[in-house]
């Protein structure tokens, strides 16, 4: 049950990130969800997925990994700079 | 016989006035962004509370500092990355960083999501509704029993927000976090405005939900604020994206709590953006010290109602 649960979360996790599965899987739910291994139960519950909140969660998503890409470039850009301001007064 | 229940609800009265004064708290969650003016105001913020994954990987020097800002303010560590509800068994390496973390900074508690935040290799960067069923409420229970065992001590178990309602769930969402709460023997860090969000994204009435929820393991609160977003069908959902300020129906909720839970509350404001004056986050801190105050006062009225 436990991996079965583990690969309905990979699934959900691809779906959340990849616009390309996402159109696949809208296009034929149940044929996606059975590729991905998951059981009939889980399959039926995924045809009645509600497809506006993964389209809505999918954009709020990527706006936080954006988000934290940003700050994660800004926050290394500002060591570079610290530690250049830093190296004009070692000898 | 009458004496002894007079007695004990005379009791009852005076632990709940006790409670009023003595040990609710109000902090605010520590951003670099609002650090100056945490720093200028800190006779009037209990505590803080800061992301811990943000010092995992941190420079000595930066972990210093937050030894330093430790030994002036109570702190509490959160975390937001350990993906606890998640059906994999959570990361040894992630868990030992909190342990690390949690030994130099000594902070009072500890915090984490009820949430899966990578699977299949991916990492999504967020937190994410795992399916609300039995396995994941025992899957939820085993990494908590793990992060006990590394951290040395158990978190308070923080419900989220989901603009998506999980599915292949069996469970409504309080059941599954309850049926967490019973089999972990965690506390619950109870997010207000994730109640607010799902309960108007996903049809049910927050006010029942959060009655719904043992008051007894409501340890700690957060509040924020979110904005309306369009659904493509041109509904709207809540976004829980704490850059705005704590709408109205929160503090009801807070006041219910309050007017509920047994406990001392550690309350503490969450914003992660567009950020205000420190006025204004002030005035927000200063309206959650009103709720708690009007829901501890309706929880000794109470308690006299029985004398």
């Known amino acids: 049950m436990s991996s079965n649960s583990a690969q309905l979360e990979a699934f959900l996790a691809r779906l959340y990130v990849d616009p390309v599965a996402r159109a696949s899987f809208k296009s034929n739910p149940r044929a996606e969800a059975e590729k991905a291994g998951l059981s009939d139960e889980q399959c039926a519950a995924l045809e009645q997925l509600d497809w506006m909140g993964l389209e809505m969660a999918a954009r709020s998503f990527a706006k936080k990994r954006h988000r934290k890409h940003r700050s994660t470039w800004f926050a290394a850009l500002r060591t570079c700079v610290s530690r250049l301001r830093f190296s004009r007064f070692m000898p | ?307």
């Open chain 2, 1 to 307: 016989m009458e004496e002894a229940e007079a007695a004990a609800a005379a009791v009852a009265v005076a632990v709940a006035k006790m409670m009023n004064t003595l040990t609710d708290r109000v902090g605010l969650g520590w951003r670099p962004d609002l650090a100056a003016g945490i720093l200028d105001h800190l006779d009037g913020i209990d505590l803080l509370e800061v992301i811990a994954d943000d010092f995992f990987s941190a420079p000595r020097q930066k972990v210093r500092a937050l030894k330093t800002l430790a030994a002036q303010v109570p702190v509490i560590l959160h975390g937001v990355s350990l993906g606890l509800a998640s059906s994999a068994p959570v990361e040894t390496k992630r868990l030992d960083q909190m342990a690390r973390l949690m030994d130099q900074v000594r902070p009072e508690f500890w915090s984490e999501h009820l949430a899966f935040v990578r699977a299949g290799g991916i990492e999504l960067g967020h937190l994410a509704a795992p399916p609300r069923n039995s396995s994941s409420v025992d899957a939820a229970a085993a990494n908590l029993h793990r992060a006990q065992a590394a951290v040395g001590a158990k978190p308070l178990v923080e419900n989220i927000a989901t603009l998506i309602d999980p599915p292949a769930s069996t469970l409504s969402e309080c059941a599954w976090i309850n049926g967490i709460l019973s089999s972990s023997n965690c506390g619950l860090l109870f997010d207000l405005h994730n109640v607010l969000a799902n309960g108007l994204n996903h049809g049910y009435d927050p006010l029942e939900f959060v009655r719904q929820v043992p008051p007894e393991r409501i340890a700690a609160i957060h509040i924020a604020g979110g904005k309306f977003i369009s659904a493509p069908d041109g509904t709207q959902r809540l976004l829980d994206d704490h850059c705005h300020d704590v709408p109205d129906p929160v503090f009801e909720l807070l006041e219910e709590i309050a007017a509920r839970a047994p406990g001392p509350l550690t309350v503490i404001l969450e914003r992660d953006g567009d950020y205000p004056s420190m006025d204004s986050l002030l005035a927000q801190i200063a309206q959650a010290r009103r709720a708690l105050a009007k829901g501890r006062a309706r929880r000794v009225q109470l308690a006299e109602a029985f004398i």
